[in-house]
């Protein structure tokens, strides 16, 4: 099988805490819904990870946490640097990607967009909950399908 790499942004989370800082806002409603319906996806597809890099935000856990009962296999490591990281941070994560298999990384946005732009030089959209599965080729890196909850 070859290199793959999911790239996921977290669930919708809530803003119903205004004094809440960013990296501690939880999933609302709806991003509870999402999460464990991403990972049903995910599985039917076999987009399984073996590795999930995933940002310390509260947003990004608790996404994981719903997509946990697919993720028992998965080796987690959670990464503060990937919370709002850049695309040179996100790209030193990636340095610990899997050499065969398949790597998630859980993170936000701009950053899942410029991730995906910048690894295959197209622009996909990442709305939230949505997962883009990448596959590296001789050529580099292509997009192979983006899932968004709304689609599914």
Same mark, same amino acid.
Do not use: C, F
């Given at each position: &099988?070859? $290199?793959?790499?999911?790239? &996921? $942004?977290?669930?919708?989370?809530?803003?119903?805490?205004?004094?809440? %800082?960013?990296?501690?806002?939880?999933?609302?409603? $709806?991003?509870?819904?999402?999460?464990?319906?991403?990972? /049903?996806?995910?599985?039917?597809?076999?987009?399984?990870?073996?590795?999930?890099?995933?940002? %310390?935000?509260?947003r990004t856990l608790e996404t994981l946490e719903g997509?946990?009962?697919?993720? /028992?296999?998965?080796?987690?490591?959670?990464?503060?640097?990937?919370?709002?990281? +850049?695309? %040179?941070?996100?790209?030193?994560?990636?340095?610990?990607?899997?050499? +065969?298999?398949?790597?998630?990384?859980?993170?936000?946005?701009?950053? %899942?967009?410029?991730?995906?732009?910048?690894?295959?030089?197209?622009?996909?959209?990442?709305?939230?909950?949505?997962?883009?599965?990448?596959?590296?080729?001789? /050529?580099?890196?292509?997009?192979?399908?983006?899932?968004?909850?709304?689609?599914?």
């Amino acid at each position: &099988m070859p $290199r793959r790499l999911i790239v &996921m $942004r977290h669930a919708d989370s809530s803003r119903d805490y205004p004094n809440m %800082s960013d990296h501690d806002r939880p999933l609302n409603a $709806r991003g509870q819904r999402d999460a464990p319906r991403m990972a /049903d996806a995910l599985s039917k597809r076999d987009w399984l990870p073996q590795l999930v890099l995933v940002s %310390s935000a509260r947003r990004t856990l608790e996404t994981l946490e719903g997509m946990a009962p697919h993720m /028992d296999e998965a080796r987690i490591d959670v990464r503060p640097e990937i919370y709002h990281a +850049g695309i %040179s941070t996100l790209l030193t994560q990636l340095g610990d990607m899997l050499g +065969g298999g398949t790597t998630m990384i859980l993170g936000h946005n701009p950053g %899942s967009e410029n991730l995906i732009n910048h690894l295959t030089g197209e622009w996909r959209e990442m709305q939230t909950a949505a997962a883009a599965l990448l596959v590296e080729t001789s /050529d580099g890196w292509t997009v192979e399908e983006v899932l968004r909850p709304r689609e599914l």
